[in-house]
């Protein structure tokens, strides 16, 4: 069976990929440059939506992307309000979503554990 999908979380995803393509296109500011848009929430009522993204510099130069995205909002949301049909306009306000840099740490851990037992076992063939 199909998964159902509620409508704000559909628009969230359309506001998602359009958000990434006017990123990707329109937007002049270097400060904005090499970010991915990993997520969108937005409230119940549409008035505010939180967009997440990740830098390919991790949280390096964070705060010139953060004021480059607030800088851009504008003209974001007014162009956002050209390409999606919704009765609110949503308020963007941009976060920085460390979850993959979390995820990559956590992948290295497990794989250095995983090497230091091997290693262990290695060393010790009783065990």
Known sequence: MP??????????????????ELIRLEV???????????????TPDYAHAKVFF??????????????????????LRRELGKRVRIHTLPELHFH??????????????IDQVVRDDDARHKDDPES
């Open 3 to 20: 998964k159902e999908f509620s409508r704000s979380q559909r628009v969230a995803e359309q506001v998602r990929r359009e958000l990434a």
């Open 28 to 42: 002049k500011d270097p400060r904005v440059g090499f970010i991915t848009l990993t997520d969108v929430e937005i």
């Open 54 to 75: 990740t830098s390919m510099k991790g949280e390096e130069g964070l705060d010139e992307i953060l004021t480059g995205l607030h800088r851009a909002s504008g003209f």
């Open 96 to 109: 920085y979503d460390s979850s993959v840099e979390r995820g990559s740490r956590m992948s290295q851990l």
